[in-house]
């Protein structure tokens, strides 16, 4: 058996070096968010001073909910746009401000975003012959949920905002299929069983780690914001 024990080794040491980028990543988001809280900015004030202008963005340039499958492609792509997210992402944190726990949070979140039809036809990540579209790699997307997530819970780690939009995504699309017929809300309790998978990959995880640094810039982004003549201008480095 004493072979076995150098590979468990390197397992491991692969498994410390990704936890090393994990906290580093980590220590960077609270080290930004106590500069700039420490500068007296807040999200509550930059919402007061721009709200009008963040529904207005909103209104003119996205159609939410979505309510077919091809369309949140088209929206993470939208998303790319850092006024857009900021915006987004304003308007749906004034929307929620009643709400406190992360699942209430994702729930009210999804269902703004996505319908409720909709959200019985996605999955976190495609798998085996399901059909249905991924939406777990939508690095934009999942990165306004997350923010809008952490905004009352800033401990909370990117699995657990993952977890909560996964759940939330079975809960509506179980309610709409028991909606529609009996027949399809018991075939939706099995997949609430095996739906969504635990992510452990390596890739998983690199696509988790490219959310948080987008969580990071989103979040920097709505505190610094001060837009010349209304638009979004990322300060040169």
């Given amino acids: 058996m004493d072979h076995i024990q ?8 692969g498994e410390s070096g990704y936890q090393k980028k994990v906290l580093s990543i ?3 988001i609270l080290s930004a968010l106590r500069g700039i809280r420490g500068e007296g900015v807040t999200c509550e004030a930059v919402m007061k001073n721009n709200m009008e202008h963040f529904k207005t963005v909103v209104k003119s340039q996205l159609s939410l909910p979505i309510l077919v499958p091809e369309e949140i492609s088209v929206l993470n792509a939208a998303l790319c746009d850092m006024e857009l997210s900021i915006c987004l992402c304003c308007v749906q944190i004034q929307n929620l401000r009643t709400l406190g726990s992360k699942d209430k949070i994702a729930k009210a979140v999804l269902i703004a975003i996505f319908s409720r039809s909709l959200c019985s036809k996605v999955q976190w990540k495609k798998r085996g012959k399901d059909l249905r579209i991924g939406i777990g790699h939508l690095i934009n997307l999942v990165a306004v949920f997350g923010v809008l997530e952490m905004h009352k819970q800033p401990q909370l780690a990117v699995s657990a905002v993952v977890c909560a939009v996964q759940n939330a995504r079975r809960y509506h ?3 709409y299929a028991k909606s529609v017929t009996a027949a399809a809300c018991s ?9 969504e998978e635990e992510c452990h990959s390596r890739a998983d995880k690199e696509k988790n780690m490219a959310i948080d640094r987008r969580m990071l810039e989103l979040s920097k982004a709505i505190l610094e914001y001060n837009p010349p003549n209304g638009s979004y201008q990322q300060k040169k480095k």
Avoid: R
Avoid at 6 to 13: D, F, N, Q, R, V
């Fill in 6 to 13: 150098p590979e468990e080794g390197e397992i491991l040491e």
């Fill in 187 to 195: 075939s939706t309790q099995i997949d609430e069983l095996d739906d």
């Fill in 26 to 28: 980590l220590d960077a």
């Fill in 173 to 175: 699309g179980y309610e």
